[in-house]
Nanobody, 123 residues
Framework: QVQLVESGGGLVQAGGSLRLSCAAS????????MGWYRQAPGKQRELVAA???????NYADSVKGRFTISRGNAKNTVYLQMNSLKPEDTAVYYCNADAVVIVGTRSWESDYWGQGTQVTVSS
C-alpha cells in the first residue's frame, strides 16, 4: 500500500558528500515521521536520522554535525544530506516511513521500508 523509493547512493571518497532522496507513494493518508536507517555488513540496522511531520529531528550521535535530514514541500519526500563522510559510514541506507494508510473503509498505521541504497566511502 506504500512504496518508498530511494536514490542518491554511490561511491565517494572520505571527506566527500552525498545526498540521499526518498519518495513515498501509495494509499497514504498521512506520514507521521520519516527516517533513514543503515546497516553495515555484520552489524544491526541502526537509526541514522529521523524527522516528524512537525519538523522535529533526531540524529545518531555518530552523524551529528555532519548529516542533515529534511522533508520536501510535498511532505512525502525525505532527504539526507551527508557531508564529511567517513569510511565507517559505509552501509546500505534504508528509508523508513511511519504512515497512516486508508484502503476503502479500512485504515491503519504501520512502518514501511524502502529497498535500500548502497553508500560506500573509500579511505
Amino acid at each position: 500500500q506504500v512504496q518508498l523509493v530511494e536514490s542518491g547512493g554511490g561511491l565517494v571518497q572520505a571527506g566527500g558528500s552525498l545526498r540521499l532522496s526518498c519518495a513515498a507513494s501509495g494509499s497514504i493518508f498521512a506520514i507521521k515521521a520519516m527516517g533513514w536507517y543503515r546497516q553495515a555488513p555484520g552489524k544491526q540496522r541502526e537509526l541514522v536520522a529521523a524527522i516528524t511531520d512537525g519538523g522535529s529531528t533526531n540524529y545518531a550521535d555518530s552523524v551529528k554535525g555532519r548529516f542533515t535530514i529534511s522533508r520536501g514541500n510535498a511532505k512525502n519526500t525525505v532527504y539526507l544530506q551527508m557531508n564529511s563522510l567517513k569510511p565507517e559510514d559505509t552501509a546500505v541506507y534504508y528509508c523508513n516511513a511511519d504512515a497512516v494508510v486508508i484502503v476503502g473503509t479500512r485504515s491503519w498505521e504501520s512502518d514501511y521500508w524502502g529497498q535500500g541504497t548502497q553508500v560506500t566511502v573509500s579511505s
